[in-house]
């Protein structure tokens, strides 16, 4: 399995790296396109400039970034993340084909949209995929059981102690009298 993620993850890489790299070096190709959508979100969002151009810039660079990052199976998880969150503007804004008037563009566009569709459904299973190891829930699960068995233990034990401690006490007036007699 290990090969095969060092195959697929630059694979599924690839369209992100060359979309992003053209995109932040021709943003006015793109830019009108992802205005409806760009500028609300950016409204929404502190510290996002408004001026689409600069906000397709902003979202090539993460595809780069991330797509990088990706490829390398340097914090993969993070990176497929953030990847599937950029491609839902972008396919809403770049691929809405529910909105085209002739045919054959609606088809190219629902093409398209369908594309990025599929690379979310890889992106969210890169997201998903734990190397074979254990996620962090279930080892939180695990360590969660873990500290409950030992304080299941300790209180055991604590229990036991104050149980022979009360057994002691309660033997101690009976020592004390046997300790008065022999003095005696």
Known sequence: MAVLRKCARPMLASAFVAGGLSTVRAPERVAPAAEPVAVPVASRVPRLP???E????INGAVHIGAGLLLAAGVVPRLAALA???TLVPTTLAGHAWWKEEDSEQRAQQRTQFLKNLSLMGGLLITAADTHGKPSAAYRARGATRDAAGTVRGATSGAAKSVRDTA???RALPAQAQQAIDKRL
């Open 50 to 52: 408004e001026n689409p």
């Open 54 to 57: 600069q906000l397709v810039r």
């Open 83 to 85: 990847l599937a969150g």
């Open 167 to 169: 057994d002691h006490v």
